[in-house]
Structures are given as structure tokens and as C-alpha cells.
């Protein structure tokens, strides 16, 4: 059975500073691994989605990276913002039909 | 594409009254689903269609629970009777085709009931 662990569950961090958010899963046979952002009472919106061909994807200021064999994903933040406040969430396919979802890192940047 | 539209974003209703949630994918895409979050069980699938047709309704938690897609632009969940424990926010998400692909979520529903 699929897990999906998400550490730390919430951290803060001042403004300007570099953060990795962690994404761990027990089966490595996955397609893909998606990340996501929730704002309080908003939907999920999809940051970026790593193929399981894929080492690493890159967008802005995010980076997440993917390692299989050891059940691993990051999710690097460069020069936070404020405005980056938010729950991130990774999350899995489980054989095409659902998406297993970490309980997601709450992240707080304080300006 | 304006995304996946939802509607209503909010609904509080009695407790045993029908709702009705719904959906409407971004254009294009085969696959939709319906999620469930709830604080203690986080984001759990519902159910899950391909070009229309329910796939997986595994997740489904009771009878009274029931979803429709009866073409590619729309689709319903419905709860009746509905009751304090279904209170949680719904989300639907849509994708082109299962597991590949990204999956683009609504902005969700927040079911109270009271």
C-alpha cells in the first residue's frame, strides 16, 4: 500500500530565505509524482509534475527533484516570498486511477 | 481555459436535504474526479470517469452518495440525504487522460451541514 509522508507538517521561515520541503513514498513504482499549492479555502493548483522518468522539474523560483529508488521528492524554494505562504502538497498515482496525497507542509514566510 | 469551475463554492444546507455539487472540466480532458477533504482523512477519490463512464467508485463512501457525467463539459455529485458527516470541502479535478498527466483541480465546494 502506497504512503505518502510529508515532513516537516509546518514550517516558518523569514523572507529571502532558501527552503526544501520534503515528499517521501514507500512504493517507487509510481508514473509520476505531482506537487501542489492549497491557499486557506482555495483549491489545489498544480506547481509542477515530475515523470518517473525524470530526475528533476523546474519553474520560477521552484525546483522539485525526484528520486525513486530511495522513495524521495524535494521541493526547493529559492528566495521566499510572503506571498509563497501556503500548503504544499505532493502527491502519487496509484495505478492511474487515484492520487495518493501527502498531508501536505504548511509553510509560512514571514516578511 | 478558465480551469475547473465549480459550483456552488459554498452550501449549507439542513441535515437530510439533497445537494447537488458540480462540475465542469477544462475542455479537452477524458478523465475527471471527485475528491473529498476532510481534516482527519485529508484528499480521499471519490470517484473517478473516463470519457463519461464511472471507472472506479470504490471510494464512494455510502448509497446515499451518487455521481453523474452525462456528457464531457458536466458532471453532478450528489448527496441524499445528507447528514453532519459529509460536511468537508469537494473537489473536482480533471486531467487528459489517467496517471500520466497533471491533474488541475477546482476551487472546491465547502459542504456544511447542519
Known amino acids: 500500500k502506497q504512503e505518502v509522508t510529508q515532513i516537516p507538517a509546518a514550517l516558518s521561515v523569514p523572507e529571502g530565505e532558501n527552503l526544501v520541503l520534503n515528499c517521501s513514498f514507500t512504493?517507487?513504482?509510481?508514473?509520476?509524482l505531482q506537487w501542489f499549492r492549497q491557499d486557506p479555502g482555495k483549491g489545489l493548483t498544480s506547481l509542477l509534475l515530475i515523470q518517473s522518468s525524470q530526475r528533476e522539474q523546474t519553474s520560477g523560483r521552484l525546483n522539485a527533484s525526484l528520486d525513486k529508488s530511495s522513495g524521495r521528492s524535494t521541493l526547493y524554494i529559492a528566495a521566499s516570498q510572503p506571498g509563497d505562504s501556503a500548503t504544499y502538497l505532493c502527491?502519487?498515482?496509484?495505478?492511474?486511477?487515484?492520487?495518493?496525497f501527502g498531508a501536505g507542509t504548511r509553510l509560512t514566510v514571514k516578511p | 481555459d478558465a480551469g475547473v469551475i465549480q459550483s456552488p463554492r459554498h452550501e449549507v444546507t439542513e441535515m437530510g436535504q439533497e445537494v447537488t455539487l458540480r462540475c465542469k472540466p477544462i475542455?479537452?480532458?477524458?478523465?475527471l474526479f471527485w475528491y473529498r477533504q476532510t481534516m482527519m482523512r485529508g484528499l480521499e477519490l471519490l470517484i473517478y470517469?473516463?470519457?463519461?463512464?464511472?471507472?472506479?467508485d470504490s471510494g464512494m463512501p455510502e448509497d446515499r452518495f451518487s455521481a453523474k457525467m452525462p456528457n464531457a463539459s458536466f458532471s453532478t455529485l450528489k448527496i441524499q440525504p445528507s447528514e453532519p458527516r459529509d460536511s468537508a470541502v469537494y473537489f473536482c479535478?480533471?486531467?487528459?487522460?489517467?496517471?500520466?498527466?497533471?491533474?488541475?483541480f477546482g476551487q472546491g465546494t465547502r459542504l456544511t451541514v447542519v
Open positions: 502527491a502519487v498515482p496509484l495505478g492511474g486511477n487515484d492520487m495518493r
Open positions: 512504493d517507487s513504482a509510481i508514473y509520476n
Open positions: 475542455s479537452g480532458h477524458n478523465s
Open positions: 470517469f473516463n470519457n463519461n463512464v464511472p471507472i472506479d
Open positions: 479535478a480533471s486531467s487528459v487522460d489517467r496517471g500520466n498527466t497533471e491533474a488541475f
